[in-house]
């Protein structure tokens, strides 16, 4: 069964850091442009981050450049997104998305399998 399994998210006070792990399994994703999305209550899925399959390239929301870094270990099949300085602003449900195309793409709509996402919370 292919499938993307994201971990990390929780409960952290503004100005601290999580790092979200999306674990892929039933098929090898190595040339596969990954991405991170979220979702907060009442809004659409907006993009956070992509990066190539070859890893030499990412593209990032402006509302979290700075602050967030996306990486991939090709080896163990799995994409990170380490957050730090996070603000309330950030909560939402994070998903992870695979098999995004063949150029780095912002959309929602490129990504062709979905994580069933992690929560991430930001007190103030």
């Known amino acids: 069964q292919v499938q993307l399994v994201e971990s990390g998210g929780g409960l952290v006070q503004a100005g601290g850091s999580l790092r979200l792990s999306c674990a892929a399994s039933g098929r090898t994703f190595s040339r596969s442009n990954m991405g991170w999305f979220r979702q907060a209550p009442g809004n659409e899925r907006e993009f956070v981050a992509t990066?190539?399959?070859?890893?030499?390239?990412?593209v990032y929301a402006d509302s979290v450049k700075g602050r967030f870094t996306i990486s991939r270990d090709i080896a163990k099949n799995t994409v990170y997104l380490q957050m730090n300085s996070l603000k309330p602003e950030d909560s939402a449900v994070y998903y992870c998305?695979?098999?995004?195309?063949?150029?780095?793409?912002?959309?929602?709509?490129?990504?062709?399998?979905w994580g069933q996402g992690t929560q991430v919370t930001v007190s103030s």
């Open positions: 998305a695979a098999d995004g195309g063949t150029v780095l793409d912002s959309r929602a709509s490129a990504y062709g399998l």
């Open positions: 990066i190539s399959w070859r890893q030499l390239n990412t």
